[in-house]
C-alpha cells in the first residue's frame, strides 16, 4: 500500500499538473470505482483543481464548489499521468485502469492491479468525517506521541500503523521504523519506556523524512512510476532471509493474513526469533527460537 512518502511524492507531481487546472472529464472504467452517488460525479467535471492534500493516505484534489475527488489507493491502486500533448499518443493500461480524469493538461489514469478491487474514489460535499483522526507525526512533539502510543496497550507495530493515531504509516515503513528504532515489533506500547519512546518518535521521522526524499530523487521532477512496498535500500522489509545491514543476522518475519512483519532478530529482539503463526504451530518444538538455534 502506498504510504505518506508515495503518497507525498504523488500529490507534489500532481500539483505540478493540475492545480489550476480543469477538471474537463472523469471517466469510469469500472462502475465499482466510484463510491458515492451524492454529488453526482458529472458534478466534478468542468472544476477547476484549487488545491491538492493528503489525508493520511488518501489523496484529495479539492475543486471549485467546493467539491472534493478523494483517492484511496489501498494496497494495488496506482496512478498514471498521460501528457496531453504526447506523440504517439499513450493509452492507459486498459485492463487494469479504473478510472480516467481528463484535464486540461492531461489525463490521470488510476489504476489497480489484481481483482480484489479495494481502491476507491468518492467525490464529497465536505470532508467532514473523512479523517480517521491521526497525527502528522512532524506536527507533534514526543509528549503527544508518547501519549497516543500509550493511550491503550497494544503492540508497537500495530500502534504505529493505526490511523486513529498516526497519519500515512503503514505496514513497510512501520518494518523500518521499528528496524531503525532498535525496537521489537509485538512490544506493547504500555511497557514502553521514555527512552524507547524517544528513540521511536525519532525513528520514525527520520524514517519517512528519508524515503520520501528518496522517492522524490527517484521520481526527478518527473510522474512517480516505481511506486511499492518493497524498495531496494530498505533494510528489512521485504527482505526475509537476507543479512540486516547493521548486523548481518538474516532477516525474519511473522505472517499474518495477508501481511508480512519483518524485523532483525539481533537488533531488535535480543535475538529471540518471534512465532510465526504461518509456521509455528505447525513446527510445534522444532520451531527455532533463537538465531542460535537457527544455525
Known amino acids: 500500500m502506498p504510504e505518506l512518502p508515495d503518497v507525498t511524492v504523488y500529490i507534489e507531481a500532481l500539483e505540478a499538473r493540475v492545480l489550476g487546472k480543469r477538471l474537463e472529464r472523469v471517466k469510469l472504467m469500472n462502475a465499482f470505482i466510484l463510491r458515492t452517488a451524492v454529488p453526482p460525479i458529472g458534478s466534478a467535471e468542468g472544476k477547476r483543481v484549487a488545491e491538492m492534500r493528503r489525508i493520511g493516505k488518501r489523496i484529495v484534489l479539492a475543486l471549485e464548489g467546493p467539491l472534493y475527488l478523494v483517492l484511496h489507493l489501498m494496497i494495488a ?8 500533448e504526447m506523440r504517439p499518443p499513450a493509452k492507459p493500461p486498459s ?6 480524469l481528463e484535464f486540461e493538461s492531461g489525463t490521470l489514469a488510476f489504476t489497480e492491479a489484481g481483482t480484489k478491487r479495494r481502491a476507491s474514489l468518492h467525490l464529497l460535499s465536505t470532508l467532514e468525517g473523512l479523517d480517521p483522526g491521526g497525527v502528522e507525526v512532524f506536527d507533534i512533539d514526543v509528549a503527544e506521541f508518547a501519549a497516543r502510543l500509550r493511550r491503550e496497550n497494544h503492540t508497537v ?5 493505526d490511523p486513529h493515531l498516526f497519519a500515512g504509516i503503514g505496514n513497510a515503513y512501520s518494518d523500518e ?21 524517544n528513540r521511536l518518535f525519532e525513528a520514525t521521522k527520520a524514517t519517512l523524512r528519508v524515503w520520501t526524499d528518496r522517492v522524490r530523487a527517484e521520481a526527478a521532477g518527473g510522474f512517480p512510476q516505481k511506486v511499492t512496498a518493497f524498495r531496494e535500500g530498505m533494510a528489512v522489509h521485504g527482505r526475509y532471509g537476507k543479512p540486516c545491514p547493521v548486523c548481518g543476522a538474516p532477516v525474519q518475519r511473522i505472517v499474518f493474513a495477508e501481511n508480512e512483519t519483518n524485523y532483525c532478530a539481533r537488533c531488535q529482539t535480543g ?3 518471534l512465532a510465526d503463526r504461518a509456521l509455528s504451530r505447525l513446527l510445534k518444538k522444532s520451531w527455532p527460537r533463537s538465531l542460535e538455534e537457527l544455525e
Open 77 to 84: 491502486g496506482r496512478l498514471r499521468w498521460i501528457e496531453k
Open 95 to 100: 485492463r487494469i485502469t479504473l478510472a480516467l
Open 157 to 161: 507495530k500495530r500502534a504505529l500503523t
Open 177 to 197: 521504523i521499528l528496524h531503525r528504532a532498535q525496537l521489537s515489533p509485538i512490544a506493547m506500547t504500555g511497557k514502553l519506556g521514555d527512552d524507547e519512546i
Open 271 to 273: 535475538g529471540k526469533i
